[in-house]
């Protein structure tokens, strides 16, 4: 009776701490253990990369470490503007990734479904409304380029901080191997048990079935505001990019994906 109100207050004061880098730094320690998995910035962290969840965050990470001579300390997958807050103040190299609003809340909707539409779409808002004074301290690229040309982001990464990291080649190969490193990262978390495809990090047939269900409640007018709020951020963070920020429009909602 309480689970889900429960899980959605948990949620929302999760969202809440994740934009103060002091308080947030208490509760990351407690995520950390799996060597790739959610890691805090330190002084010693060679490069972040954060995204709102469901934006590309494993995949960047994996093919980040994966053109490396050597493991770079990368602070990752919290999810929160906190880290990118530090890596600003600390001059450390960072990396957000954004993406479409709709798309990601509703990846993000399917995966937790305890949180309501409203809920993610609020989330995603102020993730983003948060770093939009500190956003000339990172790069910013778009779901789709760190999907489709991950080299090039990270060609702008070492262009902006100067540094030598190695640059991943986006073919077939690659990218097929990331994933089946995800999956083997996936599998070994999940006690050796394939994973369930709503929470799989990489593109999933049974994922992208739903998503139409989802967006089409996301079309509904008592979310217009938020939906018009989230689609300038995104276009101006896509604008900074470098990308065409043009949002394709289906019964109130993008279409992108």
């Known amino acids: 009776m309480f689970y889900r109100p429960y899980r959605k207050l948990r949620y929302e004061i999760r969202c809440i701490a994740s934009l103060h880098p002091l308080l947030y730094d208490r509760l990351a320690r407690l995520k950390e253990g799996d060597a790739d ?78 949180v309501s539409l409203r809920q993610g779409l609020r989330s995603w808002i102020r993730f983003h409304r948060s770093l939009v004074r500190h956003r ?73 079935a739903a998503k139409a269900v989802l967006k089409a409640a996301l079309a509904v007018d008592a979310l217009a505001a938020l939906r018009e709020e989230a689609s300038c951020l995104y276009h101006d963070y896509a604008v900074q990019a470098g990308e065409d920020a043009g949002i394709a429009q289906t019964p109130g909602v993008d279409a992108r994906r």
Do not use: K
Not at 72 to 96: E, N, T
Not at 193 to 202: I, K, L
């Open 136 to 208: 000339h301290h990172f790069v910013v690229a778009t779901f789709d380029q760190a999907m489709t040309d991950f080299g090039s982001v990270m060609q702008r990464v070492n262009r902006r901080f100067a540094t030598t990291f190695g640059v991943f080649e986006h073919d077939s190969g690659n990218t097929a191997a990331c994933f089946r490193a995800i999956d083997e990262r996936n599998t070994r978390l999940s006690g050796g048990v394939a994973p369930d495809e709503s929470g799989v990090a990489r593109p999933s047939a049974v994922r992208n």
């Open 37 to 114: 998995g959610p890691t805090r910035v330190t002084r010693h962290t060679g490069l972040v990369i954060e995204a709102f969840p469901r934006s590309g965050n494993t995949f960047a990470y994996f093919a980040f470490q994966s053109s490396q001579p050597e493991c770079v300390r990368v602070a990752h997958h919290l999810h929160a503007p906190a880290q990118l807050v530090r890596a600003a103040h600390w001059g450390i190299p960072a990396l957000l990734i954004v993406r479409d609003p709709l798309d990601a809340v509703c990846s993000f909707v399917q995966r937790e479904p305890v």
